[in-house]
């Protein structure tokens, strides 16, 4: 990467719609005579932005306020019962070790002997007198103080400031506090943008846009996540035995930001400025040396800490889960996405709600595909661990039952509870034999809602390296404790021994891709989401991008993220570039549907591919995506369609843009008042007229639903829509990366770079009204479904897989 600073320099780019000088220290907010408040002279957005977000997220200032007040007495409830339990309690009384022997007036004898708790605890006088001659407890003691009292100040300082977002909704937002859930964030974000416009809060800004809103609440996330995406940051280890390991827990990650961003010595010299000296390439070598001192001192910090921050973490742990461990010891083996998963798989200007809602809809799916690997061997020993176990169990069950004396024999309560949780661990890995699975149909499934899939992952899904790969994504709650309570252990040595190592790509990485937007200062360049400057030629972006290997986005994030964010935000105008890349990607959706099957023939589907996802409650949205794919397994085992005649093959990118371009052309025909820019943007838009103008498709969708204009279907549909460009442009992208895997009836595809503006219907010379289409790929359905702890049956498919070993019974 030192070889690569010639990229570029430094760069300041010049937003389109301002015209104010760079940086933010005079930044005012102009509030008319009658919202004069507290939030008239703002000089750290980012931080007011943020707030507002926040306050919308965790619903209003009671809620809030309630969490952070009940943190503190978390905090005080663990140290104050941990010490009590440590110096207050007689344990040689409590498992009676010791006799005691009540004696008085009134005394029933047969009670003499039988303890009781009172017994178990020290008198007071000599509880305070064990602390006072234990000073490691006094020390930890003080401690704990000294961070509590930070905490209620931090708490303090969060209740004046967010007193003052609550009043900027009321007041200046025009939103009740018990409206507030009510509103969702866009409509938030439209009422702050409307705010700007109207009373011109901000004077160095003529009007705010939705990606200067992203920008500042998503400033230091966006670096983190192209980090990522750049594999920078030393998360991924190779240790013996357990060779490519992937580690990345809270205390990692902020000692990442507090290293980079915020923290003494960070490379900002405030929150929305890159320091002056971090631009320059000429002292990159000294810099980098500082950036590694800094990094070894807070290695070293880190290293100190580390007994504290353990005890911490185990106490933590301990109070948090041993209760649900002891009601459900299979919430251990639920699964759940993984730190390093949520930036991988996040997009550039993604906030966290829409991260969460799609990673959400992804989890059954993902679970899915994860069960759908088992292991013989383990198979084997959970039978028998399972039937001996339970055999033990079966007959302390039947004494307790024909005497409840035995229940006073020692330990007898422990060996039942011991017991119950080996079986229902063993059973845990003991497969469904009535369950059929297909990996690579639920790959599939799995990259309509989280959007980034490796391309060795196509084609391997029955594979135990993809498993593990995908698990490093998706993790075991098990494995997520267990690396919490590693961390205060590991965290110092991969700050010493491996993030120093990078300082001086790290410091490259800052200033070559570090861009100033002016009236809202430096931000990551892989955030202005520029198909020019990071676009990747095999993601559709040939022709149109003049970005090297170095600056290029990984896995199409660029692409993938940009149309996320328009469809997300359908009011935004993107710049002249991006403009570009979503109108030629239209005319191709449109040229490929040409070949593809008709909207109606998918949608009368709907029913059978749902069926085949045992999902019974589908709604439109589940409908469509379904129907797009399972198509290719239908139409490939032969089936009729109504009219009886046969249905020729296609893929999951052809029934993909047939339901786009079907959709697109419906907004067309409603929209000639001049909106050409974005792809689908009306299908999210509030006064949207494109899922209300073709009524054959919506009400075969959704014949029930009458709320077709409420925001959580738009929400819904604009998932849908997504995910329907993430399957499109990931077959394209196969097409474009492996030509060879095209089978030979088809003709290929069509570069984006030979389709011409008008000529989106137009058959090019060469290709004739035939699409290009790869070999039939057997994919599936998926149904988008809440978090479940049980599974359900899935009907078997016949698609010619071959079931390999270490997988179930596959299609």
Same mark, same amino acid.
């Given at each position: 990467?030192?070889?690569?600073?010639?990229?570029q320099?430094?760069?300041?780019?010049?937003?389109?719609?301002?015209?104010?000088?760079?940086?933010?220290?005079?930044?005012?907010?102009?509030?008319?005579?009658?919202?004069?408040?507290?939030?008239?002279?703002?000089k750290?957005?980012?931080?007011?932005?943020?707030?507002?977000?926040?306050?919308?997220q965790?619903?209003?200032?009671?809620?809030?306020?309630?969490?952070?007040?009940?943190?503190?007495?978390?905090?005080?409830?663990?140290?104050?019962?941990?010490?009590?339990?440590?110096?207050?309690?007689?344990?040689?009384?409590?498992?009676?070790?010791?006799?005691?022997?009540?004696t008085g007036?009134?005394?029933?004898?047969?009670?003499?002997?039988?303890? @009781?708790?009172?017994?178990?605890?020290?008198?007071?006088?000599?509880c @305070?007198?064990?602390?006072?001659?234990?000073?490691?407890?006094?020390?930890?003691?003080?401690?704990?103080?000294?961070?509590?009292?930070?905490?209620?100040?931090?708490?303090?300082?969060?209740?004046?400031?967010?007193?003052e977002?609550?009043q900027?909704?009321?007041?200046?937002?025009?939103i009740?506090?018990?409206?507030?859930?009510n509103?969702?964030?866009?409509?938030?974000?439209?009422?702050?943008?409307s705010?700007?416009r109207?009373?011109?809060?901000?004077?160095?800004?003529k009007?705010? @846009?939705?990606?200067?809103i992203?920008?500042?609440?998503?400033?230091?996330?966006?670096?983190?996540?192209?980090?990522?995406?750049?594999s920078?940051?030393?998360?991924?280890?190779?240790?013996?035995l357990?060779?490519?390991?992937?580690?990345? =827990?809270?205390?990692?990650?902020?000692?990442?930001?507090?290293?980079?961003?915020?923290g003494?010595?960070?490379?900002?010299?405030?929150?929305?400025n890159?320091?002056?000296?971090?631009?320059?390439?000429?002292?990159?070598l000294?810099?980098?040396?500082?950036?590694?001192?800094?990094?070894?001192?807070?290695?070293?910090?880190?290293?100190?800490?580390?007994?504290f921050?353990?005890?911490?973490?185990?106490?933590?742990?301990?109070?948090?889960?041993?209760?649900v461990?002891?009601?459900?010891p299979?919430?251990?083996?639920?699964?759940?996405?993984?730190?390093?998963?949520? !930036?991988?798989?996040?997009?550039?200007?993604?906030?966290d709600?829409?991260l969460?809602?799609?990673?959400?809809?992804?989890?059954?799916?993902t679970?899915?595909y994860?069960?759908?690997?088992?292991?013989? !061997?383990?198979t084997?020993?959970?039978?028998?661990?399972a039937?001996?176990?339970g *055999?033990?169990?079966?007959?302390?069950?039947?004494?307790?039952v024909?005497?409840?004396?035995?229940?006073?024999?020692?330990?007898?309560?422990?060996?039942?509870?011991?017991?119950?949780?080996?079986?229902?661990?063993a059973?845990?890995?003991i497969p469904?034999?009535?369950?059929?699975?297909?990996?690579?149909?639920?790959?599939?499934?799995?990259?309509?809602?989280?959007h980034?899939?490796?391309?060795?992952?196509?084609?391997?899904?029955?594979?135990?390296?993809?498993?593990?790969?995908?698990?490093q994504?998706?993790?075991?709650?098990a494995?997520?404790?267990?690396?919490?309570?590693?961390?205060?252990?590991? =965290?110092?040595?991969?700050?010493?021994?491996?993030?120093?190592?990078?300082?001086?790509?790290?410091?490259?990485?800052?200033r070559?891709?570090?861009?100033e937007?002016?009236?809202v200062?430096?931000i990551c360049?892989?955030?202005?989401m520029?198909i020019?400057?990071?676009?990747?030629?095999?993601?559709?972006?040939?022709?149109?991008?003049?970005?090297?290997?170095?600056?290029?986005?990984?896995?199409?994030?660029?692409?993938?993220?940009?149309?996320h964010?328009?469809?997300?935000?359908?009011?935004?105008q993107?710049?002249?570039?991006?403009?570009?890349?979503?109108?030629?990607?239209?005319?191709?959706?449109?040229?490929?549907?040409?070949?593809?099957?008709?909207?109606?023939?998918?949608?009368?589907?709907?029913?059978?591919?749902?069926?085949?996802?045992?999902?019974?409650?589908?709604t439109?949205?589940?409908?469509?995506?379904?129907?797009?794919?399972?198509?290719?397994?239908?139409?490939?085992?032969?089936?009729q369609?109504r009219?009886?005649?046969?249905?020729?093959?296609s893929?999951?990118?052809?029934?993909?843009?047939?339901?786009?371009?079907?959709?697109?052309?419906s907004?067309?025909?409603?929209?000639?008042?001049?909106?050409s820019?974005?792809?689908?943007?009306?299908s999210?838009?509030?006064?949207?007229?494109?899922?209300?103008?073709?009524?054959?498709?919506?009400?075969?969708?959704?014949?029930?639903?009458?709320?077709?204009?409420?925001?959580?279907?738009?929400?819904?549909?604009?998932?849908?829509?997504?995910?329907?460009?993430?399957?499109?442009?990931?077959?394209?992208?196969q097409q *474009?990366?492996?030509?060879?895997?095209?089978?030979?009836?088809?003709?290929? =595809?069509?570069?984006?770079?030979?389709?011409h503006?008008?000529?989106?219907?137009?058959?090019?010379?060469?290709?004739?009204?035939?699409?290009?289409m790869? =070999?039939?790929?057997?994919?599936?359905?998926w149904?988008?479904?809440?978090?479940?702890?049980?599974?359900?049956?899935?009907?078997?498919?016949?698609?010619?897989?071959?079931?390999?070993?270490?997988?179930?019974?596959?299609?």
């Amino acid at each position: 990467m030192a070889n690569l600073e010639a990229y570029q320099e430094y760069q300041r780019i010049e937003d389109f719609e301002e015209d104010s000088p760079p940086g933010e220290e005079d930044l005012l907010v102009h509030v008319p005579e009658g919202l004069k408040d507290s939030w008239h002279h703002i000089k750290n957005l980012d931080n007011f932005f943020t707030r507002i977000y926040h306050f919308h997220q965790k619903n209003g200032f009671a809620c809030m306020m309630l969490s952070e007040f009940f943190e503190l007495v978390q905090l005080l409830f663990v140290v104050t019962f941990t010490t009590f339990l440590v110096n207050c309690v007689e344990y040689d009384v409590l498992f009676a070790n010791r006799a005691v022997n009540h004696t008085g007036p009134g005394q029933n004898p047969l009670d003499r002997n039988k303890v @009781t708790l009172p017994d178990a605890i020290l008198p007071s006088q000599q509880c @305070t007198q064990r602390i006072q001659e234990n000073s490691w407890i006094i020390f930890l003691l003080i401690m704990a103080a000294i961070f509590w009292i930070y905490r209620l100040v931090k708490v303090f300082c969060n209740v004046l400031s967010y007193w003052e977002i609550r009043q900027f909704y009321i007041k200046a937002l025009k939103i009740r506090m018990d409206e507030l859930c009510n509103f969702t964030w866009q409509e938030v974000q439209d009422r702050l943008i409307s705010l700007q416009r109207e009373q011109q809060m901000c004077i160095h800004k003529k009007e705010l @846009t939705e990606l200067d809103i992203y920008h500042r609440i998503l400033r230091f996330k966006n670096y983190m996540v192209a980090m990522i995406n750049k594999s920078l940051l030393p998360v991924q280890l190779q240790l013996p035995l357990l060779g490519n390991v992937v580690f990345l =827990t809270q205390g990692l990650k902020y000692n990442f930001e507090l290293i980079l961003f915020w923290g003494p010595g960070s490379l900002f010299q405030n929150k929305w400025n890159l320091h002056p000296k971090y631009k320059r390439n000429g002292n990159r070598l000294e810099l980098a040396q500082q950036l590694s001192r800094v990094i070894l001192l807070m290695g070293l910090a880190n290293l100190l800490l580390c007994p504290f921050i353990l005890v911490w973490q185990v106490l933590y742990a301990f109070f948090s889960y041993t209760e649900v461990i002891r009601r459900e010891p299979g919430s251990l083996g639920a699964r759940r996405w993984s730190l390093y998963g949520r !930036l991988y798989l996040r997009h550039f200007n993604e906030l966290d709600h829409e991260l969460h809602g799609r990673l959400g809809r992804g989890y059954k799916p993902t679970s899915k595909y994860m069960n759908s690997f088992t292991s013989p !061997l383990l198979t084997v020993l959970a039978k028998n661990f399972a039937f001996f176990s339970g *055999s033990v169990l079966a007959v302390l069950i039947a004494l307790t039952v024909y005497d409840e004396d035995v229940l006073t024999v020692q330990h007898i309560l422990t060996a039942i509870t011991v017991l119950g949780v080996v079986i229902t661990i063993a059973r845990s890995f003991i497969p469904d034999e009535h369950m059929v699975w297909c990996p690579e149909q639920l790959l599939q499934c799995m990259l309509a809602h989280i959007h980034y899939m490796p391309d060795h992952w196509r084609g391997s899904a029955n594979k135990s390296e993809t498993r593990d790969e995908v698990a490093q994504l998706f993790q075991y709650k098990a494995v997520f404790i267990l690396e919490e309570l590693l961390s205060p252990i590991v =965290t110092p040595f991969i700050l010493i021994f491996l993030l120093r190592n990078k300082s001086l790509e790290i410091i490259d990485f800052f200033r070559n891709f570090t861009v100033e937007v002016v009236g809202v200062g430096d931000i990551c360049s892989f955030a202005q989401m520029d198909i020019r400057r990071h676009g990747n030629p095999t993601w559709m972006s040939e022709g149109q991008t003049e970005a090297s290997i170095y600056q290029q986005a990984e896995n199409g994030k660029t692409e993938l993220s940009l149309m996320h964010f328009t469809i997300k935000n359908p009011r935004w105008q993107p710049p002249q570039e991006s403009s570009v890349f979503i109108s030629h990607l239209k005319e191709k959706v449109h040229h490929d549907a040409q070949g593809g099957p008709s909207t109606q023939l998918l949608l009368s589907e709907a029913p059978l591919c749902t069926s085949l996802q045992s999902n019974e409650s589908a709604t439109g949205p589940d409908n469509l995506l379904a129907s797009v794919l399972a198509h290719p397994i239908l139409t490939a085992s032969g089936l009729q369609g109504r009219d009886h005649h046969f249905i020729p093959p296609s893929t999951a990118a052809s029934a993909a843009a047939s339901v786009l371009a079907s959709l697109s052309t419906s907004q067309l025909a409603h929209t000639s008042r001049g909106r050409s820019q974005g792809l689908l943007p009306s299908s999210v838009h509030p006064e949207s007229t494109m899922y209300r103008s073709d009524r054959t498709i919506i009400d075969s969708m959704s014949n029930s639903d009458s709320r077709i204009r409420s925001n959580p279907l738009h929400s819904e549909f604009a998932s849908a829509e997504m995910s329907l460009h993430a399957i499109y442009m990931h077959e394209l992208h196969q097409q *474009s990366s492996h030509p060879q895997r095209s089978s030979g009836q088809w003709q290929s =595809t069509v570069p984006m770079r030979d389709l011409h503006t008008n000529t989106g219907f137009q058959a090019h010379s060469g290709l004739g009204s035939s699409m290009s289409m790869p =070999t039939v790929v057997h994919l599936g359905g998926w149904q988008e479904e809440e978090e479940e702890d049980e599974d359900e049956d899935d009907q078997e498919i016949n698609s010619g897989s071959t079931p390999k070993q270490g997988t179930r019974s596959s299609c």
